[in-house]
């Protein structure tokens, strides 16, 4: 778990995808306010903290204020093309003899049918997915209306050779055809992966992140 609220605010914004500076020209919040915030440079006020909970309840992170606070009470979520991402902060690595991330991984394995598991090796889907993190979805046969829906959502993909990746997706309107993109292009060797084939498509549900 995060040790104290500044690192979890600046989770929380990263979570988001934007940056401070679009965090100041979408919402208000002065960016350089919140740097200061978030490197723990100055406490934020009561009248922050009530702010940003807001601001990203309304993008569709769920945060309490106990959480923020102390780390601790819900679970935040964050919610994206009507599905649900649990998003659960541990210090865990990719360790396979770590016996929580056995546990997670046993529980999705056990409660889901076609679970999809992707391990973060590279920094291509930095800021929100980092090295260390694991993500799961539910693997689903190619339906276009469904494809159409996850446009420009990230999911773990299974290609016709059975490879797996992790990436966003972004759907030709017309055709169907499935586009692959990473989130941080400058550290990807292919940041676009044009016209792929694929075999089943994962849309996230669980998102273990290490800190």
Request: proline residues 3%.
């Amino acid at each position: 778990m995060f040790n104290s609220l500044h690192e979890r605010l600046k989770f929380l914004r990263e979570l988001s995808g934007f940056t401070r500076k679009e965090m100041e020209e979408k919402y208000g919040v002065n960016a350089h306010t919140l740097r200061g915030w978030e490197i723990g440079r100055f406490p934020i006020s009561e009248g922050g903290l009530k702010q940003c909970i807001d601001i990203y309840n309304k993008i569709g992170i769920n945060v309490t204020e106990e959480w923020l606070k102390q780390g601790i009470g819900t679970p935040i979520f964050k919610k994206d093309n009507n599905m649900t991402l649990y998003v659960i902060p541990n210090s865990t690595s990719i360790d396979t003899k770590n016996s929580e991330m056995i546990n997670d991984i046993e529980y999705l394995k056990k409660y889901y049918q076609d679970i999809l598991i992707y391990f973060i090796t590279s920094e291509d889907m930095l800021p929100v997915y980092k090295v260390g993190d694991f993500v799961a979805g539910i693997a689903t046969d190619l339906n276009a209306d469904f494809i159409q829906n996850l446009n420009n959502s990230e999911c773990i993909v299974q290609l016709e050779n059975n490879d797996l990746l992790f990436k966003k997706i972004l759907v030709n309107s017309v055709s169907n055809e499935i586009s692959l993109i990473s989130l941080d292009p400058s550290k990807s060797n292919s940041p676009i992966i044009n016209n792929v084939n694929i075999k089943k498509i994962a849309p996230l549900i669980f998102h273990r992140i290490k800190n």
